[in-house]
Nanobody
Framework: VQLQAFGGGLVQPGGSLRLSCVASGSIFSIYTLGWYRQAPGKQRELVAA???????NYANSVKGRFTISRDNALKTVYLQMNSLKAEDTAVYYCNAKRFDGATMLDYWGQGTQVTVSS
């Protein structure tokens, strides 16, 4: 699986952005998809994830503000980010993973910078 993320940029506090991540090379629908972020000097953290059946989970810091969704036909996972805060500034990475019975297959996109600043 190859993943390519789009949609980052500079936005003012309180603004919105939508990140997209397009996959190629495998059966998209069988993967759990996620968005992670890494701020300078901090560890990479899970922001949101969506399972194959559509179940979602979110980091407490983004609940109620961010929404993850997937379109299996387009092989795309989205992250709608509203009410952005300065602390959301980070490089955002998309991820696809699945367990094939023996190994956890884990794929990453290249990252897209989100900067929240006035």
């Amino acid at each position: 699986v190859q993943l390519q993320a789009f949609g980052g940029g500079l936005v003012q506090p309180g603004g919105s952005l939508r990140l997209s991540c397009v996959a190629s090379g495998s059966i998209f629908s069988i993967y759990t998809l996620g968005w992670y972020r890494q701020a300078p000097g901090k560890q990479r953290e899970l922001v949101a994830a969506i399972a194959t059946g559509g179940t979602t989970n979110y980091a407490n810091s983004v609940k109620g503000r961010f929404t993850i969704s997937r379109d299996n036909a387009l092989k795309t996972v989205y992250l709608q980010m509203n009410s952005l805060k300065a602390e959301d500034t980070a490089v955002y990475y998309c991820n696809a993973k699945r367990f094939d019975g023996a190994t956890m297959l884990d794929y990453w996109g290249q990252g897209t910078q989100v900067t929240v600043s006035s």
